[in-house]
């Protein structure tokens, strides 16, 4: 059973860098044909991918993100990771790891979420 755990710290000051980490279990992250995603929830709002990065290694970004968002595998660690520098506020969002079978963002190809942790920006 693939297993998707989030971490990182809950609060982050605006201008500093969100850093999150996705563990997986119970698959390895460079598995052919899948596809291990950020999204995310803002309170009130819908879901809102911020990319993927796929077997091959190759990267897929929201536009509104790709030119801050950064997604890595470590595959020493077979973990997901999230860099998004120079947060604000409207970053504070529920973030989800999320494994989906191919190469698009269709939330209806996602098959494994992880629980999603809350991050909030504030000084």
């Known amino acids: 059973q693939v297993q998707l755990q989030e971490s990182g710290p809950g609060l982050v000051k605006p201008s500093e860098t969100l850093f999150l980490t996705c563990s997986i279990s119970?698959?390895?992250?460079?598995?052919?044909?899948?596809?291990w995603s950020w999204i995310r929830q803002a309170p009130g709002k819908g879901l809102e991918w911020i990319g993927y990065v796929g077997y091959s290694d190759a990267s897929y970004y929201s536009p509104s993100l790709a030119s801050r968002a950064s997604i890595a595998r470590d595959t020493s660690k077979n973990q997901l990771t999230l860099q998004l520098p120079s947060v604000t506020r409207e970053a504070t969002a529920v973030y989800f790891c999320a494994r989906n079978k191919y190469d698009s963002t269709y939330l209806g190809y996602v098959e494994v979420w992880g629980q999603g942790t809350l991050v909030t920006v504030s000084s």
């Open positions: 119970g698959a390895s992250i460079t598995t052919n044909w899948y596809y």
